[in-house]
């Protein structure tokens, strides 16, 4: 029995199960279980949330980042630039239209793409900046944008881990051209299965990505471009609009604890706590620190029954899956030398001070035994 569980689902669900209940049942009452009222319901509200004009539910972040680009045309023999500090659907998206990523390492303090970097990765082949939000923070958006105007690149932004994150009092999405959502289970705005979204204030991009996320067609069986199965599932959208209107509480809940955790190790010098930039509203999708001794910190933590995680272990460069990149250790040294040292803390809305300070106790112990 796990003392503090990395994420606790169960516990968030049983707070809102008679709410959750009902919207399922009305999805199953109406059949409409694929596409359907629920999900323009669903798309409208998010579309407001983030301050966007069009709102396109689909199967998963995945998905989102993938229509996203090829409905801005990425294709064969392009270039996109993002990170290597990211998981790797976000690089997948990017070779699955047939381009090539293009990486630039991440600040040292917010762990994000540093805008910095941009300016010398850029070729006549470059056609789209993808900044990734990681871990709920914004990515710094003015100079990317800034750079991206001028170089006429277009700007995605990965959302993925960042719902309702703000920049400068905007939110994550709603800056770049278009901005991608992943609702998998365990993420700040989760479903109870797959599924994800783009956010945008284009039309034309707009209803592009809603030809082609249902087999490029605009009316039933008349087929404009050849396209793909990526709807939204009823049941997905109708929990993910009950599981909306409690986001801004679970993110004030999530930021709270986090506070609690800083507190706790104030002055532990073996440890970094995350940096909030001054332009950013942080949601904390992981509470993430560095320190020197991770492997060996995880596993004492686990035998105790406190459970952490490691976001990621290997950077994408270095995976075998692209390996043909031929990007080796040492081409881009803060990602690297944070996925040695990454430990990210039990996280979630419901998370107790007693959890909190059985958390911060066992990193003490192990940290300084170690040391
Ligand atoms: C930064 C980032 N990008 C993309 C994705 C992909 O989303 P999904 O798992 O819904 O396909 C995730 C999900 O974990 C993510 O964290």
Not at 117 to 127: G, M
Not at 327 to 347: A, R
Not at 362 to 369: D, F, S, W, Y
Request: charged share 20%.
């Amino acid at each position: 029995m796990a003392r503090v569980p990395f994420v606790d689902l169960k516990i968030q669900y049983e707070s809102i199960r008679d709410e959750i209940e009902e919207s399922i049942h009305q999805v199953i009452d109406q059949t409409v279980f694929s596409g359907g009222p629920f999900v323009s319901q669903f798309e409208k509200e998010l579309a407001t949330f983030c301050g966007c004009e069009h709102c396109i539910g689909v199967g998963s972040g995945t998905e989102a980042l993938w229509l996203a680009l090829c409905s801005l045309g990425v294709t064969q023999g392009d270039e996109v630039i993002t990170v290597p500090n990211t998981f790797i659907a976000t690089a997948e998206a990017i070779s699955f239209c047939g381009a090539q990523p293009v990486f630039v390492d991440v600040d040292e303090r917010t762990y994000n793409m540093d805008p910095t970097l941009l300016e010398a990765v850029i070729t006549p082949k470059t056609k789209a900046i993808i900044p990734v939000h990681l871990f709920g923070q914004m990515v710094d958006m003015d100079p990317i944008m800034e750079i991206a105007r001028n170089h006429s690149l277009f700007v995605i932004e990965d959302a993925c881990q960042a719902h309702g994150a703000e920049y400068k009092g905007k939110r994550a999405g709603s800056i770049g051209d278009v901005g991608c959502f992943s609702f998998y289970p365990g993420k700040n705005l989760g479903a109870y299965g797959e599924a994800g979204a783009v956010v945008t204030n284009n039309p034309e991009w707009a209803n592009r990505i809603r030809m082609v996320r249902d087999h490029g067609q605009k009316s039933k069986y008349y087929h404009s471009v050849i396209g793909w199965n990526a709807r939204m599932d009823g049941i997905q959208a109708a929990i993910l609009s009950v599981k909306l209107r409690h986001l801004p509480q679970w993110n004030a809940a999530r930021q709270r604890n986090a506070q609690r955790y800083n507190t706790l190790f104030k002055g532990m010098k073996e440890v970094m706590t995350p940096s909030e930039a001054k332009y950013a509203k942080h949601v904390y999708h992981l509470y993430v620190l560095r320190v020197k001794n991770r492997d060996h910190l995880i596993a004492s933590l686990s035998e105790e029954g406190i459970y952490c995680g490691i976001h990621y272990p290997v950077a994408v460069h270095l995976q075998e899956a692209y390996r043909f990149l031929d990007l080796n250790e040492g081409s881009y040294p803060v990602t690297e030398q944070c996925s040695k040292e990454f430990i990210s803390l039990p996280m979630f809305p419901e998370l107790t001070d007693e959890q909190i300070k059985c958390v911060v106790d066992g990193v003490k112990r192990h940290t300084l035994q170690e040391g």
